[in-house]
């Protein structure tokens, strides 16, 4: 069953913009991960944040959690075209990895 | 360095046919290996995961099983496919559990 939704399901933004996305879930979690993955191809780790932290930064990627709304944001800053792709979260439970329905971002030129 | 494979990367069988897509992993002992499925536009749906040879749990009760008969070497397989079967199959790795996976590049099956 689902653990966790990401929001918007779909996101088109100029190169160079920011994007944005979100991802909720339902039970409590150790830590929330977020994956890309180029269509056909498999999923890319990009971060992994830990309950007891906040923000969590790695290159032009920038991830925060919030508990108590059990929910977290990915921003890509400066989107480039090869950032297209569709990008996913992933909570654990009963250690395993769930993964959302993941958002479609695409960088128009 | 760590390295996962997945073959075949594409297949087309007919319904009722048998099917064994297989994963290995190179570089690191002992993982715990996962197979998922992808429908088209969706997220992961996870079938198989293991722990060790021999140990294979199951998420979803449906036309398929998996094996893990080496240390490194996950198969899906099934006795008769169906239509439904059709999908993104992926593979992927963790060294503990819940921790970062490490996917394969993924077998794209279409059930005629």
């Known amino acids: 069953s689902q653990q966790g939704e990401e929001d918007p399901q779909a996101l088109s933004i100029q190169e160079g913009e920011n994007a944005t996305m979100n991802c909720s879930y339902k039970?409590?979690?150790?830590?929330l991960q977020w994956y890309r993955q180029n269509s056909g191809r498999g999923l890319v780790h990009l971060i992994l944040?830990?309950?007891?932290?906040r923000e969590k930064h790695s290159g032009r990627l920038r991830v925060t959690l919030d508990t108590s709304k059990k929910s977290s944001s990915l921003l890509i800053t400066a989107s480039r075209a090869a950032d297209t792709a569709s990008y996913f979260c992933?909570?654990?439970?009963?250690?395993?990895?769930?993964f959302g329905k993941g958002t479609r971002l695409h960088i128009l030129p | 360095s760590q390295t996962i494979h997945q073959w075949p990367a594409t297949l087309v069988q007919p319904v009722g046919s048998p099917l064994s897509l297989e994963c290995t992993v190179e570089?690191?002992?002992?993982?715990?290996l996962y197979w998922y499925r992808q429908a088209a536009g969706r997220g992961l749906q996870l079938l198989f995961y293991?722990?060790?040879?021999?140990?294979i749990s199951s998420e979803v009760p449906q036309n398929l099983s998996a094996s893990r008969p080496q240390d490194r070497q996950f198969i899906l397989s099934s006795k008769k496919l169906l239509l439904s079967d059709s999908g993104f199959y992926l593979c992927?790795?963790?060294?503990?559990?819940?921790?970062?996976?490490?996917f394969g590049p993924g077998t794209r099956l279409t059930v005629t």
């Open positions: 992927a790795w963790t060294q503990g559990l819940a921790d970062e996976q490490y």
């Open positions: 039970t409590s979690i150790n830590n």
């Open positions: 944040i830990r309950s007891n932290e």
């Open positions: 992933a909570t654990d439970r009963d250690d395993k990895i769930i």
């Open positions: 570089g690191t002992s002992n993982p715990n």
């Open positions: 293991s722990v060790g040879i021999g140990q």
